[in-house]
């Protein structure tokens, strides 16, 4: 069963169109992710799931109802702000029993569900603290808890762990993914952050200027994006501008490039390979498919692989990352190499 | 949660109700009708050319504008050292300070003006000092006179001038000073030249709200000035009064508020920024 | 050329004096006001409490307290209610015409008193309510509201929208929003601007001159009255009383600041 959807969703502001028809169906229990730079409509979409923000058309669907019209109280989601939002005035009991509450329920009720939710976020014996005495971990967790207290079956996240170090935001990752597939729960959560979205989505879907750009499982979008745009804005990509040349193409300094999928334009385009993909050996090897001799023109060290930026004719390099497994070779800047790899991992993208 | 036009109305309509019936339609209303009572437009023209350049009004105005624009002076030279302090103080300094400042200018308009006839009176304690200094042999005469009223204005206007120039003063950042100074800027090139002009939007502003405010005043010259005293609010309110003459009040009304919101208009202008410190 | 360690002592000796000459007119009236001589004199030269006995024991200035706080309070009350509704819709409002409409919202204390006064005697005379006191309280609050308008936007731009949002999607009604969150919030805000407008309305002048008539003076309007007769030492007893309720507003007030943090 579908639990959220989105029909045709448009929302301007004034001259701007900051959401352009957006469709979506989010099945129930999904992780979905709405993954963006900054000013693509993710946000407006979230708030326009939460009832902030009216639609100027579309419908959004709820567990099958039309919920277009209805006010975010009417909604029965739990949201966590990208900034917590945790009542300054009411300590952290207080907070999480605060939907609870406001919908009247028995005092025993909201006692024990208190007790499971913080229990869950692992936040037992802070119940007498307020904001201010808390860590920005714990204050996450706080709006986590509020956000699960009445089991809600549709649970919006907005940026969540953005404003958290590098370390405690892998640890949140993993315990956010852990209570939503615990609960069951769909949850719908929005960030800029592609690692984040690539850890821990069913589903991503990225946007790009008001619209859908691509939708799909992490492994999918990212191995196979359909644009430049997703395949630059998810990590690290080559893209080679190319000729078409019958079904393959012509790329840098001639040499002829295979791809796995995708399609060239007549007048060219680009030809996609992500670094990881890319092998590198020393010395300038006879032309061969999907072969480009260069030379290395810097070494960077990044821990668990070795990055090098290759050369491959003047003014156009590639990136190309190599794990730094036992006994692996080294090239020096100003080395000859020649980097290669296999026509099913590259795609022919429109520029 | 932004509210939607409709709501925001709703919550703006009673204040809006009450500064359209206790504000701008008594004032339009009082204007209006007491200037239909000369007639004509022509002949309105020819009444505010005679009240205007009257001598009891002309002399008003004039009286008006020196003594502000003489208070005003002495509020700033006093003012600019006193909020320079102040943002530079911390801690205890800052709060005794800032007491200094603000209980004056909390304190009824009325109560400190008659703070100050206690003080300047033929027996008060400025004469006694004085005599007692052997500085002159009998009592000045320091109230009933331009002197009472400009040193009387001084004082209930310079906490306006104060909190003006501090927030402006506070705004500025130390780390600039220092890299003027790690240049070899002299201590007095680094205010002329940076401390100055970082701070010149406070000190325009700050002239320009006392002036504004010194304009209108009442009180103060009431009480202390003497007959060759009178300001142009002093003499509104008497032409009511005392004369009940609407007409020329409805005239003297006009010129003061035009003069008003012409500097409000400006002063508008030097505090973009809705921090600043408000009268 | 002076040195450093000169200049700033003699900056410091002159922030002293100066700072000492804003507070002392004040401490001068509140000390003079427990004068045991028969007029006023400073330093007194015996000490008692003669001239409260005769402010208090004398009726007109008894019922010009009564009229004072009486008046304070409506204008409090009301200007705090006005100006409460009025920052929120500023803040949280979007419509048009907002910079010019706050700046007409204050508007009133940048234009002389006595015009104001002026133009509400005109209206009141007309209508048959000078002397009225809900009436000059409703004037006061014309000069209060920009003063509470000033406090409560700083006190409410303090609470962040998304807690409003975070309320909402609990479940709660706008007004659910308001009670719950906005107002617990914005409490200590609420708190000075109704203490401020208090003081604003107990220590206006100008306006009550005119509309106090002979039934409703306040006590700066009966100050006024004498004062044009005579400096009597009866005057520094109700000044001081006026200097103690600005000094016991400020304290509380500042202590509220402590408690917001």
Sequence with gaps: MQAVALEGVTKRYGAETVVAGVDLAIPAGEFFTLLGPSGSGKTTTLSMLAGFVQPDEGRVMMGGRDMTRVPPRGRGLGMVFQNYAIFPHLNVAENVAFPLSVRGAPKAEIESRVAEALAMVKLTGFEKRYQRQLSGGQQQRVALARAIVGHPAVVLMDEPLGALDKNLRYHMQVEIKDIQQRLGMTVIYVTHDQEEALTMSDRIAIMERGRIAQMGPPREVYEKPESSFVAAFLGEANLLPVTPEGAAARGPGGALIQAGAGSLPGKGGL????????????????????????????????????????????????????????????????????????????????? | MPLGRLPAWLLLAPALLLLLGMFLVPIGWFLVASLQELGSLAEILEEADAVLLSGAVGGALINTLWISAVVTALVLVIGYPVSYAMSRASGLAFTLLLLCIVLPYFTSTIVRTYAWMVLLGRNGLINQLLLGLGLVSEPVQLLYNRTGVIIGMTYVLLPYMVLTLYAAMKAVDMRLLQAAESMGATPLQVFARVFMPLTLHGVVAGVLITFILALGFFVTPALMGGPGDMMIAMLIEREVELTQNWPGAALMTIVLLVVTLILYGLYSRFTTDEKGAMP | MMGPVLRATLLKALVVLLAFGLLAPIIVVAIASFSGDGYLKFPPETFSTRWYARFLGDARWRSAIVNSVFIGLMTSALSTFLGFLTAYAMLRGNFRFKKVLA??????????????AVAVYFLSARLGVVGVRPWIAVAHTVVALPVVLVILQSALRTVDPALERAAMVCGCTRWGVFRRVVLPLAFPGIVSAALFSFLTSFDELVISIFLAGIRSETLPVRIWNSLLLEVEPTIAAVSTLLIAVTSVALGVDAVLRRVRG
């Design chain 3, 103 to 116: 700046s007409l919202l204050l508007t009133p204390v940048i234009v002389p008193h006595v015009i104001t």
């Design chain 1, 271 to 351: 030809a996609f390979i992500r670094p990881e993909k890319l092998s590198i050996t020393a010395g300038l090897a006879d032309a061969a498919p999907n072969a480009l001799p260069g030379r290395v023109l810097h070494a960077s060290f990044l821990g668990n692989t070795m990055r090098y930026e290759v050369e491959v004719e003047p003014g156009r390099s590639v990136l190309c990352d190599t794990a730094n497994a036992a006994g692996a070779a080294l090239h020096a800047p100003g080395a000859d190499v020649t980097v290669s790899w296999n026509a099913a991992d590259s795609r022919f993208l429109a520029g």
